[in-house]
């Protein structure tokens, strides 16, 4: 039986999975959801992993015990330098 997750809104989405060859050729799993049943359809979350909703009710996998930001939700790794270079005041 598929793993299915229904969101805050009430839409129900499907957990899938794929091995995906990188430009190393190393293989990786992806996982998604998606509304339908699809190639690839999942039965349980994996091992290590979570439901999480996103800002606009998506489903998301996340990592267990890693903590979600209140804000904009914008994964930024800046530190607050926006817009300025490495040249010299002008």
């Known amino acids: 039986m598929a793993f299915a997750y229904t969101n805050s809104k009430g839409q129900t ?4 999975g794929r091995e995906v060859e990188l430009n190393n050729d190393q293989t990786r ?4 959801f ?14 290590g992993w979570q439901v999480m909703e996103g800002r606009n009710a998506l489903p998301v996998l996340s ?8 804000g ?19």
């Open 29 to 32: 799993t992806i996982y998604f």
């Open 34 to 47: 998606a509304k339908d049943r699809r190639e690839g359809v999942l039965d349980s979350v994996p091992s």
């Open 63 to 70: 990592k267990e015990g890693s903590e979600r930001r209140n």
């Open 72 to 90: 904009s939700g914008s994964g930024s790794k800046r530190s607050g330098s926006r817009g300025r270079g490495k040249r010299g005041n002008s």
């Open 13 to 16: 989405y499907y957990l899938h």
